[in-house]
């Protein structure tokens, strides 16, 4: 039956989700739960899409990432594909209007990893939107529920929180990033020479994209607020903790939040949330 292969898949999604990302699969539980497997089949679709890149070092990552690109306008197209999470993600795309304006800009910022070691502003400026802020609005995408006025009048605050995440990200990765895959993201740094001055002009145009992406967060509708505020507050402790370490640790360690410190931050974000302290 198609209803169980539709299954099969979704369930695909959510595993891949609880096993690459403790602080995404808190996060979506707590959605309200018709838009669970929604977000889990973007995760999913994401995650893989980024392995390809990240880690399949001993392959032909360039032909696999056109390959993945082509499965993925073909099961568009289609409406089904034999590949679970691709099967997942176009079920998702194709109910809520994921087009290619947002899928094309998130598989242009994989390739982009293929090329590219330094990034100069402009190519920045367009990894971070393909890489992070579109992911954003193809979730806003299911959060309005199909309502395009909502979209437009909270999409610049949800670009901007994707923007923050991936910004904190690459602080948080900046040793990996160059040691393994020999990138810098951020434009005119160099590694070899990371600096308390350097992170501190980081952080500010990072407290400047939360900033904006939290009052998004309050505009939300309610079966969406407190998964994404979840989110948001997972990363405002990373940010914390990054922001308290010297500029030398950041660039030799990779700072965390632990497991134990996220279920508490799920506590009392509930807490704030259910007594409308957002």
Same mark, same amino acid.
């Given at each position: 039956?198609?209803?169980?292969?539709? @299954?099969?898949?979704?369930?695909? !999604?959510?595993?891949?989700?609880?096993?690459?990302?403790?602080?995404?699969?808190?996060?979506?539980?707590?959605?309200?739960?018709?838009?669970?497997?929604?977000?889990?089949?973007?995760?999913?679709?994401?995650?893989?899409?980024?392995?390809?890149?990240?880690?399949?070092?001993?392959?032909?990552?360039?032909?696999?990432?056109?390959?993945?690109?082509?499965?993925?306008?073909?099961?568009?197209?289609?409406?089904?594909?034999?590949?679970?999470?691709?099967?997942?993600?176009?079920?998702?795309?194709?109910?809520?209007?994921?087009?290619?304006?947002?899928?094309?800009?998130?598989?242009?910022?994989? !390739?982009?990893?293929?090329?590219?070691?330094?990034?100069?502003?402009?190519?920045?400026? @367009?990894?971070?939107?393909?890489?992070?802020?579109?992911?954003?609005?193809?979730?806003?995408?299911?959060?309005?529920?199909?309502?395009?006025?909502?979209?437009?009048?909270?999409?610049?605050?949800?670009?901007?929180?994707?923007?923050?995440?991936?910004?904190?990200?690459?602080?948080?990765?900046?040793?990996?990033?160059?040691?393994?895959?020999?990138?810098?993201?951020?434009?005119?740094?160099?590694?070899?020479?990371?600096? @308390? !001055?350097?992170?501190?002009?980081?952080?500010?145009?990072?407290?400047?994209?939360?900033?904006?992406?939290?009052?998004?967060?309050? @505009?939300?509708?309610?079966?969406?607020?407190?998964?994404?505020?979840? !989110?948001?507050?997972?990363?405002?402790?990373?940010?914390?903790?990054?922001?308290?370490?010297?500029?030398?640790?950041?660039?030799?360690?990779?700072?965390?939040?632990?497991?134990?410190?996220?279920?508490?931050?799920?506590?009392?974000?509930?807490?704030?949330?259910?007594?409308?302290?957002?």
């Amino acid at each position: 039956m198609l209803s169980l292969y539709n @299954q099969v898949c979704r369930e695909c !999604a959510s595993l891949i989700t609880r096993r690459y990302s403790t602080s995404f699969s808190l996060g979506i539980r707590v959605f309200d739960k018709p838009l669970r497997a929604p977000i889990y089949g973007i995760y999913g679709f994401v995650r893989f899409a980024d392995e390809i890149v990240d880690t399949f070092h001993d392959k032909d990552k360039a032909t696999l990432l056109q390959r993945f690109r082509e499965d993925t306008y073909r099961a568009l197209e289609e409406g089904i594909s034999l590949n679970p999470v691709l099967h997942a993600f176009q079920e998702v795309a194709n109910e809520y209007g994921i087009g290619r304006d947002l899928i094309d800009p998130f598989l242009d910022s994989m !390739a982009m990893d293929l090329d590219f070691s330094r990034y100069h502003d402009d190519l920045y400026k @367009q990894y971070i939107y393909g890489s992070a802020e579109v992911v954003g609005l193809m979730c806003l995408k299911v959060f309005v529920q199909g309502d395009e006025a909502e979209y437009e009048r909270l999409k610049d605050p949800a670009r901007a929180l994707g923007s923050a995440f991936q910004k904190i990200n690459f602080l948080r990765d900046i040793k990996s990033d160059y040691e393994e895959r020999g990138r810098v993201y951020f434009p005119g740094v160099d590694y070899n020479h990371f600096d @308390q !001055a350097t992170k501190e002009a980081i952080e500010a145009d990072i407290k400047a994209d939360f900033d904006y992406g939290y009052e998004g967060i309050k @505009q939300l509708p309610t079966s969406a607020r407190l998964g994404v505020y979840l !989110a948001y507050t997972y990363y405002l402790k990373l940010f914390q903790k990054i922001k308290r370490s010297p500029a030398t640790q950041v660039a030799e360690e990779r700072i965390r939040v632990p497991d134990g410190r996220k279920v508490y931050l799920l506590a009392t974000s509930a807490v704030r949330a259910r007594f409308g302290m957002l």
